[in-house]
């Protein structure tokens, strides 16, 4: 064992949620996404009948899809439920500043017609 003066290690009974570990490969696609101004075209270009939902706008929700869809978690409530504690974190990589609710994404899908939405959960395979 190497003793090293520098290293202090401190305990507690206090619970602090681990960074999950998606959010490294999250933080690279947004990355490569913004560098390509993809991001912004998303943001520019993705529009629905209703444009706001709150404060929110439709970039914050493809976000949140975007995130939940490269997580793998098996779940959207599994996924938002590991990103609670990271959530002003995770939206800052979209340079967005609040974490939608669950409740607000609800809502914004619900709000996605039926032709919208399908092209989203099944986009058409092109040969």
């Not at 949620?17 to 520019?44: C, H, M, N, S």
């Not at 939940?68 to 779940?75: K, P, Q």
Request: hydrophobic fraction near 45%; charge should be positive.
């Amino acid at each position: 064992m190497i003793a090293n003066p520098c290293i202090e290690i401190q305990t507690s009974e206090e619970p602090r949620p681990a960074v999950p570990p998606w959010f490294g490969e999250v933080t690279i696609i947004v990355q490569y996404l913004v560098t390509k101004r993809l991001l912004d075209a998303f943001a520019q270009k993705v529009r629905l009948i209703r444009a706001r939902f709150g404060r929110y706008e439709p970039i914050d929700f493809l976000a949140l899809l975007l995130g939940y869809a490269i997580s793998g978690e098996r779940t959207l409530e599994a996924f938002l439920g590991r990103l609670a504690p990271f959530g002003s974190a995770f939206m800052a990589l979209f340079g967005r500043r609040y974490c939608p609710h669950w409740a607000s994404l609800s809502r914004f899908l619900a709000a996605v017609d039926r032709p919208c939405g399908a092209c989203l959960l099944h986009p058409p395979i092109h040969a």
